[in-house]
């Protein structure tokens, strides 16, 4: 079976830096993605690991580790904006379907 | 323009009632999902189609039918509607990349 794990919630301040866990057990693993959510609204692709190691995309930033079953999404400036939830999830065969955690709230404060 | 609409986006329904939740997609994806999302939790995947004509069980299918009749319509069914089906219903496609594309949400509440 497949489980993905966050913290349910995560608080920073505006300019400096958030790290959002996530942690799986999978059968297989064919990637990771994380999406961004805001209240009440549809879940917005970020990024997609697949290979270990850090993937710098500016703001966002994600890392992965095979071997521990663990990635983290890296935001970097924060901004105030940058409040949402953020969601994990596993690709965990070839058949496209994605395992999501329950997200990480994360409130940045002035 | 959106590529992933939803309609109804809001619904209320009696208990036995049937409902039918329908996802419209521009994307010209091959793969439709459906999701439903309960407060202060994550995606759960209901059902899901690789293509016209196909439609597969996801991890929750226990009350829900899906319809794929064309690339760009993929429909979820509930044929008889309980309280325990409110939520927020999603519709996503995604083609050969990792990424899916979201529509806006169906919000559904059984009374």
């Known amino acids: 079976g497949q489980g993905v794990e966050q913290p349910a919630k995560l608080m920073s301040v505006e300019g400096t830096f958030a790290r959002v866990n996530c942690t799986y057990s999978?059968?297989?693993?064919?990637?990771l993605s994380w999406y961004q959510q805001r209240e009440g609204q549809a879940p917005v692709f970020l990024s997609y690991v697949v290979l270990d190691g850090l993937k710098d995309s500016g703001h966002f930033s994600t890392f992965l580790s095979r071997s521990n079953g663990y990635s983290y999404l890296l935001l970097t400036e924060l901004q105030i904006k940058d409040s949402a939830s953020y969601l994990c999830?596993?690709?965990?065969?070839?058949?496209?379907?994605?395992?999501f955690g329950d997200g990480t709230v994360l409130t940045v404060k002035p | 323009e959106a590529a992933v609409t939803q309609s109804p986006r809001n619904k209320v329904a009696v208990t036995g009632g049937k409902v039918t939740l329908s996802c419209n997609q521009t994307?010209?994806?091959?793969?439709m999902y459906w999701y439903r999302q309960d407060t202060g939790h994550g995606l759960r995947l209901i059902h899901y189609s690789y293509g016209a004509g196909s439609t597969e069980k996801g991890d929750i299918p226990d009350g829900y039918k899906a319809s794929r009749p064309s690339q760009e319509n993929f429909s979820l069914i509930l044929e008889l509607a309980t309280p325990s089906q409110t939520s927020v219903y999603f519709c996503a496609s995604g083609g050969v990349s990792y990424e899916q594309y979201f529509g806006p949400g169906t919000r559904l509440t059984v009374l």
């Open positions: 999830a596993v690709k965990g065969t070839n058949t496209g379907k994605l395992t």
């Open positions: 999978t059968s297989g693993f064919n990637g």
């Open positions: 994307n010209n994806h091959n793969n």
